[in-house]
């Protein structure tokens, strides 16, 4: 018996100052009848916003979970028409990077654009108070703020919710903007089912498109420039997929390394006072009032980016430069390595003295190159001379080459240059 999963949401009704939808996920048969349900969650907004996106804020979210379950998706309501192309894209660069347990499901539903258009010179930039939300936060078009709870951090974590949610109240004010908080317990249903770090773009996306009719647009701060990651849950590649016509969806600083985004940001009052970059806020010392631990690998890089661009000691929510922050050297992730070496890079190019570089080098020269973002990092700097990079090449360059988007010469151009170059020392060919 064929079976799908079947989208419904209700109709958004005002509650406490929210505007709130409750959405089901149900195991159908196709013929109808004899549904289970898989899943449930709630989406609401906090700000003049009033859900007029109909569906479409809640499929980006079950279509994860059917991709999941391997099952066919269908959506009482009506979706982009953009979304009928893009969203296939967006399973196929997902099942690529995240792996085969992800399958490509087909999708029905209505789609045209939403009948509500909102004035084009409004433009919200999803804000967590982050290095990449506050740079997006201060682009010149940048009108509105959106902050996202229920996400980044556990919904059980209350104490720690409230501090990140009332440091970017403050930050707003600083910065002169409204913010507008969108809610949702939808990650204990997507934890069941998928990675924290898999399913940054669906519940951006999802967020985004609660804001139809309301902004002209919503940016989202960018964790890479955009030749040096390609396996990233934000990556531009799978937000880009959740933009359309009537609400476009934009990645701010992508062209940007984040000490570029640190040089641009630092002095920033907002930022000095309001800076929140932890992973593990539950690790903060008792007696410290801060959104940040301190001491976990994150927050000790940013410390050093901080410090090593003049701005050591200036952030309230991160200590000064110390020992501590090079035991966060120790077991490192390639993909946050590259933040290193990056930062080990600047110090030799404007103060090849620095006792922090010496401190940097040793473990630096230890790390391997096994990730995607490490690949790509040795690409753009032209290292394809070195003994790994044969079997480097082979492993992580040529699957590259189908998840570029042709409709972008300059991607295009780079990336099939630079894997030319990877592959011509393997044999290898690009066909």
């Known amino acids: 018996m064929n079976r799908r999963l079947?989208?419904?949401?209700?109709?958004?009704?005002?509650?406490?100052?929210?505007?709130?939808?409750?959405?089901?996920?149900?195991?159908?048969?196709?013929?109808?009848?004899?549904?289970?349900?898989?899943g449930a969650f709630e989406m609401a907004v906090m700000g003049p916003a009033a859900l007029r996106g109909g569906a479409s804020p809640f499929f980006p979210i079950a279509l994860i979970v059917a991709m999941r379950l391997g099952l066919p998706l269908r959506v009482e309501g009506v979706l982009p028409p953009r979304w009928r192309r893009s969203m296939v894209r967006f399973q196929e660069v997902t099942r690529r990077w995240f792996g085969e347990r992800f399958h490509v499901v087909p999708f029905e539903a209505e789609f045209a654009d939403a009948p509500l258009a909102a004035d084009p010179d409004t433009r919200a930039a999803f804000f967590s108070c982050g290095v990449d939300s506050f740079h997006a936060a201060l682009r010149p078009d940048t009108t509105h703020l959106l902050y996202v709870d229920g996400f980044d951090l556990p919904l059980h974590e209350t104490v720690h919710r409230r501090r990140a949610e009332d440091g970017a109240r403050q930050a707003a004010k600083m910065l002169g903007m409204p913010l507008w908080r969108v809610s949702t317990n939808a990650r204990l249903l997507l934890d069941t089912h998928a990675k924290h770090g898999e399913i940054g773009a669906v519940v951006l996306g999802a967020a985004a498109r609660l804001m139809t009719g309301s902004l002209g647009g919503v940016t989202v701060g960018g964790s890479y420039r955009w030749d040096t990651a390609f396996k990233g849950s934000d990556h531009f590649l799978l937000i880009d997929c959740f933009s359309a016509d009537d609400l476009p969806v934009a990645s701010d600083g992508i062209h940007l390394e984040r000490l570029d985004k640190i040089r641009a940001i630092g002095s920033h009052p907002a930022v000095q006072s309001h800076l929140r970059v932890c992973w593990n806020p539950e690790n903060t010392p008792v007696g410290v009032s801060s959104p940040n631990c301190r001491q976990c690998e994150k927050c000790c890089r940013t410390r050093l980016q901080f410090a090593i661009l003049g701005f050591d000691g200036l952030v309230k929510t991160l200590p000064p430069l110390d020992d501590d922050v090079y035991q966060a050297l120790e077991g490192i992730r390639s993909d946050s390595a590259l933040f290193w070496k990056l930062a080990a890079e600047h110090l030799a190019k404007h103060d090849p003295d620095s006792p922090v570089l010496a401190r940097l080098l040793p473990k630096i020269r230890q790390w391997r190159a096994d990730d995607w973002s490490e690949a790509l990092w040795r690409l753009g700097k032209g290292s394809t001379s070195h003994s790994h990079w044969p079997a480097l090449a082979r492993r992580l360059l040529k699957p590259l080459l189908a998840t570029i988007q042709p409709d972008d010469p300059k991607q295009s151009?780079?990336?099939?240059?630079?894997?030319?170059?990877?592959?011509?020392?393997?044999g290898g060919r690009i066909r």
């Open 6 to 38: 079947l989208l419904q949401h209700t109709p958004p009704e005002a509650r406490g100052g929210e505007w709130v939808t409750s959405v089901r996920l149900l195991d159908e048969n196709e013929r109808g009848g004899d549904r289970r349900l898989v």
């Open 413 to 426: 151009s780079w990336l099939r240059r630079r894997t030319r170059e990877a592959l011509h020392t393997t």
